[in-house]
């Protein structure tokens, strides 16, 4: 696995709403401990876990107004991590203060930048946008894995294991790489495997979710785009056979998005905060209950797997691996992540 991280960066520290006002919420990102809240005004402010005088958990303390307070010696410091209140003494030492974090809120999620500050444009921040699209109905949740985030990037670009580990789940929505030419391609901002396949018959998945009918012929897609560091995009979709995929007939056209944000916890745990869109069946919200359960479950089965990898490379991290040809975009995916963190080393 990777030993190091990919610093200069924008992550999903939190969902919007679990950083609230009245509370301190404390995250461990990057492996550098991070404390949650709001200003009386509402914005989200991250800063670092530990209070520059005996590295006390912050998150344990108070809020008073936009300050937070420790829970051990009582300094105050404000959103830009300055200590402003020493109640023990009138004077406060030079260079009492802790990092403050770059913030922005965007598609339902707080981001963090972990690297210089000054670097951190807001305009680099990954899109999600099925979560802000009225078009789509959609619902997520945050996973705690216990596995190195690159183990989840390399799951997500290999959907060859559906129909093995998700036999009884999400094995009927694949498109088997063996049956179709599946396209590749690749630069220092993405990585895509795009997979498409015409005139089928509508799979099970599909005829459950859309109500499409077993006689029908479908041309189906299923693309995913691996943004780095942490982004992960798949679009899966079907549409009857001779109209254009991108377009509408008699409602007839589907589509879902599983929506993935990978965020380094530790080297050997992760952040999965993780979501499932979809663009039909508005009047019935029963069907995206549905198609969420089943993606759900899907993960528990690929969070079971990675654990076992992980327990497996903490016991011997030097044990080569085997690859296949579906490892393609995995392998790539950890090579530029890899190119990502060198500049880092040396400076």
Same mark, same amino acid.
């Given at each position: 696995m990777l030993a190091e991280f990919v610093k200069e960066a924008w992550y999903v520290a939190a969902w919007e709403h679990e950083v609230q006002r009245l509370s301190l919420y404390r995250r461990l990102v990057l492996g550098e401990p991070i404390v949650l809240y709001r200003t009386p005004e509402g914005r989200a402010v991250a800063l670092e876990d530990r209070c520059c005088h005996r590295h006390a958990p912050l998150s344990h303390g108070t809020l008073r107004g936009d300050r937070v307070v420790c829970a051990y010696h009582g300094l105050e410091f404000d959103p830009t991590g300055a200590c402003v209140r020493v109640p023990s003494q009138n004077r406060i030492p030079q260079g009492a203060r802790i990092r403050s974090y770059p913030v922005v809120e965007k598609d339902h999620f707080v981001w963090i930048w972990t690297g210089d500050p000054a670097d951190a444009d807001p305009a680099l921040v990954p899109d999600f946008? +099925?979560?802000?699209? +009225? &078009?789509?109905?959609?619902?997520? #949740?945050?996973?705690?894995?216990?596995?190195?985030?690159?183990?989840?990037? #390399?799951?997500?670009? @290999?959907? /060859?294991?559906? +129909?093995?580990?998700? &036999?009884?789940?999400?094995?009927?929505? /694949?498109? +088997? @790489?063996n049956e179709i030419p599946v396209c590749y391609s690749s630069n220092e901002r993405e990585i895509r495997v795009d997979r498409r396949i015409e005139g089928t018959a509508p799979p099970p998945y599909f005829r459950m979710l859309a109500g499409f009918e077993p006689n029908d012929r479908v041309d189906r897609w299923m693309n995913t785009r691996f943004e780095p560091p942490g982004s992960v995009f798949i679009d899966i979709g079907a549409a009857l056979s001779g109209t254009d995929a991108s377009g509408s007939v008699n409602g007839r056209r589907v589509g879902t998005w599983n929506l993935n944000a990978i965020t380094p916890e530790t080297l050997t745990t992760t952040h999965y905060f993780w979501a499932q869109a979809l663009d039909f069946a508005d009047e019935d919200a029963?069907?995206?209950?549905? @198609?969420?359960?089943?993606?759900?479950? &899907?993960?528990? #089965? @690929?969070? &079971?797997?990675?654990?076992?990898?992980?327990e497996n490379l903490d016991l011997d991290p030097g044990v080569p691996r085997v690859n296949l040809a579906a490892d393609k975009a995995g392998v790539q995916a950890r090579r530029l992540l890899q190119s990502m963190i060198k500049p880092a080393n040396c400076q």
């Open positions: 946008l +099925p979560l802000r699209d +009225p &078009a789509y109905r959609w619902r997520g #949740e945050r996973l705690h894995v216990e596995g190195n985030y690159v183990l989840i990037i #390399e799951n997500l670009m @290999d959907l /060859t294991h559906l +129909p093995v580990l998700h &036999a009884t789940t999400l094995a009927s929505s /694949t498109i +088997p @790489d029963s069907i995206s209950e549905l @198609d969420f359960q089943l993606v759900r479950s &899907a993960f528990l #089965e @690929d969070l &079971a797997i990675i654990k076992g990898q992980q």
